[in-house]
T-cell receptor, first 115, second 110 residues
Framework: DAMVIQNPRYQVTQFGKPVTLSCSQT?????MYWYQQKSSQAPKLLFH???????NEADTPDNFQSRRPNTSFCFLDIRSPGLGDAAMYLC??????????????FGPGTRLTVL | GQNIDQPTEMTATEGAIVQINCTYQ??????LFWYQQHAGEAPTFLSY????GLEEKGRFSSFLSRSKGYSYLLLKELQMKDSASYLC???????????FGTGTRLQVFP
């Protein structure tokens, strides 16, 4: 089945220790997103790729970086995690198409704990 | 600015009907989505509205009024498994970005 996969599902890291979260998709969608969702809050868009074009949200901290080496994979790098970065990180994909709605398909998320 | 409002919590009884409202004020509009999110899981797509009116999909329906900046999600014949958060999200005009509300946590009781 076509899907969005995130690994790992649960990640524990130490304060200040770099961590990388991964996302892959078999949908062949050209747009990929990373969201941060804290408990009882809305998903907050960090950045997205439109094909290879990287689009950073204005309020995304520099501590967060992303890479998209090819259509299928996208990575979220947190260079120096702080306690406030503990959250669920959601990857989503969509197929951008003019004049057509394009729902976003979400992966199962990676829950990050920072000790 | 961007503002999406939903009630924080709602409760309902199994077999009943519940309506979850969403109001929005955004700088542009290109469609409104409803997602369901069970605790600890990813959001899953429920419905999409871009034109005014009602979209029906089984037990779930969604309504949009663009002039009022208002949408609702209607859930009929509630089941226990419908206990979840329901997220309203507006897509910005000319982009694929979604602006999410904080979600409405629905609890269904027997």
């Amino acid at each position: 089945d076509a899907m969005v996969i995130q690994n790992p599902r649960y990640q524990v890291t130490q304060f200040g220790k770099p961590v990388t979260l991964s996302c892959s998709q078999t949908l062949n969608h050209n747009v990929m997103y990373w969201y941060q969702q804290k408990s009882s809050q809305a998903p907050k868009l960090l950045f997205h790729y439109y094909d290879k074009d990287f689009n950073n949200e204005a309020d995304t901290p520099d501590n967060f970086q992303s890479r998209r080496p090819n259509t299928s994979f996208c990575f979220l790098d947190i260079r120096s995690p702080g306690l406030g970065d503990a959250a669920m990180y959601l990857c989503a994909t969509s197929r951008a198409a003019e004049r057509a709605y394009n729902e976003q398909f979400f992966g199962p998320g990676t829950r990050l704990t920072v000790l | 600015g961007q503002n999406i409002d939903q009630p924080t919590e709602m409760t309902a009884t199994e077999g009943a009907i519940v309506q979850i409202n969403c109001t929005y004020q955004t700088s542009g509009f290109n469609g409104l989505f409803w997602y369901q999110q069970h605790a600890g899981e990813a959001p899953t797509f429920l419905s999409y509205n871009v034109l005014d009116g009602l979209e029906e999909k089984g037990r779930f329906s969604s309504f949009l009024s663009r002039s009022k900046g208002y949408s609702y999600l209607l859930l009929k014949e509630l089941q226990m498994k419908d206990s979840a958060s329901y997220l309203c999200a507006v897509r910005e005009y000319n982009t694929d970005k979604l602006i999410f509300g904080t979600g409405t946590r629905l609890q269904v009781f027997p």
